[in-house]
């Protein structure tokens, strides 16, 4: 079946640096791509949506600045987290889909001291 | 108001029996999908199960069956011969409108089932 990547699976950065997640569509090309959110024993948040070749669409109440979106090719989309604090520490998943069925990465894990 | 209702926080089930994990949802629109994900402590999000508005029949997967009743909007998750490895958190989601790649899920809150052996 179709396979989504992720890295990376765990990071722990300092307060005020940027860190950038990979999501990678290994067997197929999707125009789309989702980016969620999930804190500690909650469900998943959609943060926004990756669209190739344009600018990403941002749920409400997701700051665009922060949380920067980069969707360069169809097997590609990337989350920086810039400037991170330790209130942006959580479990980040993106995803892929296919008309029948949504495919989900292994989650980053990001920790900010 | 929420558009996926998971009622139970957590559940327990003995190893062998089979279990019922609840979802309704609610939408006006006539063409959407339901999906059940399982999502084990190291945090991946495994799919197990679709229900499309249209499908005449429950979807089966395996030990896996939808009870799917469109009327009560419900699409609750059948998980038969439990397995002390499907202890798990369990979520349904939702797709609302047509089913392209770029769809929306949402999700419930969870179910953490807890496999007693």
């Known amino acids: 079946g179709a396979v989504v990547s992720q890295h990376p699976s765990r990071v722990i950065c300092k307060s005020g640096t940027s860190v950038k997640i990979e999501c990678r569509s290994l067997?197929?090309?999707?125009?789309?791509m989702f980016w969620y959110r999930q804190f500690p024993k909650q469900s998943l948040m959609l943060m926004a949506t990756?669209?190739?070749?344009?600018?990403?669409?941002?749920e409400q109440g997701v700051e665009k600045d922060k949380f920067l979106i980069n969707h360069a090719s169809l097997t590609l989309s990337t989350l920086t987290v810039t400037s991170a604090h330790p209130e942006d520490s959580s479990f980040y998943i993106c995803s892929a889909q296919t008309r029948a069925e949504a495919f989900f990465g292994q989650g980053t894990r990001l920790t900010v001291v | 108001a929420q558009k996926i209702t998971q009622t139970q926080p957590g559940m327990f089930v003995q190893e062998k029996e089979a279990v019922t994990l609840d979802c309704t949802y609610d939408t006006s629109d006539p063409s959407y999908g339901l999906f059940w994900y399982k999502q084990p402590s190291s945090g991946e999000m495994i799919f197990l199960i679709y229900?499309?508005?249209?499908?005449?029949q429950n979807a089966t997967e395996g030990r896996y069956s939808l009870n799917f009743q469109k009327a009560r909007k419900s699409a609750n998750l059948v998980i038969s011969a439990s397995q002390l490895g499907d202890s798990a958190m369990y979520f349904c989601a939702m797709r609302e409108g047509p089913m392209d790649s770029s769809y929306k899920l949402i999700f419930g809150s969870g179910t953490r089932l807890l496999v007693r052996p």
């Open positions: 990756s669209n190739e070749g344009s600018k990403a669409t941002y």
């Open positions: 067997d197929f090309q999707a125009t789309t």
């Open positions: 229900q499309g508005s249209y499908d005449q």
